[in-house]
Structures are given as structure tokens and as C-alpha cells.
């Protein structure tokens, strides 16, 4: 399954590749602790299922791990075939 086309319509694929992005650039460094499920949907409302599917996503593709009790933090940097949509901010 590609998460990451450009025509993709899936909020969390948008998501994801906002943060993804974030990280590309710098904005969210390695050992980052990604801001809360909570904080996602307020920052973006969308739904808390959508939040943490993206932030899944970005687990299973080696950026983000999660740390039990603390949640998720940067582990490393998107290779150049992974930043595939236009940034934004979450």
C-alpha cells in the first residue's frame, strides 16, 4: 500500500506527510518528542484515530518510535524517496 501518493484524499496520509516533512527539514530533529495525540487534533482537527494512524505510519517507516508513558519521538531523518508531498505544518 503507497502512503505517501499526492492524490491521496486520507487526512492521516496528509498528516503523516506534514510531519514527515517537519522532520525533512530540520523542524522536528532526532530524539524530538512528537507533540501529543491531543495537541495533533487540536492543532489540525482531524479525528484521534486519524492522529495516531499518522503518527503510526511514520512509526512503521523508521522516523518515529514510541516510547510507552511518553509517546512518540523522532529516531530519524525520511530518506529523499519517502517526502513526497508538499510541506505543511500540523
Given at each position: 500500500?503507497?502512503?505517501g501518493g499526492a492524490a491521496d484524499p486520507r487526512l492521516y496520509v496528509k498528516l503523516a506527510a506534514s510531519i514527515r516533512a517537519?522532520?525533512?527539514a530540520?523542524?522536528?530533529?532526532?530524539?524530538?518528542l512528537v507533540p501529543p495525540i491531543t495537541?495533533?487534533?487540536q492543532a489540525t482537527g482531524y479525528s484521534?484515530?486519524?492522529?495516531?494512524?499518522?503518527?503510526?505510519v511514520l512509526e512503521q517507516?523508521?522516523?518515529l518510535q514510541r516510547v510507552p508513558g511518553l509517546g512518540y519521538h523522532?529516531?530519524?531523518q525520511p530518506r529523499?524517496?519517502?517526502?513526497?508531498?508538499?510541506s505543511g505544518s500540523f
Open positions: 500500500m503507497d502512503t517537519q522532520i525533512q530540520g523542524e522536528l530533529a532526532v530524539g524530538f495537541s495533533l487534533q484521534r484515530q486519524t492522529c495516531g494512524k499518522a503518527l503510526r517507516e523508521g522516523l523522532v529516531i530519524s529523499k524517496d519517502q517526502a513526497r508531498l508538499p
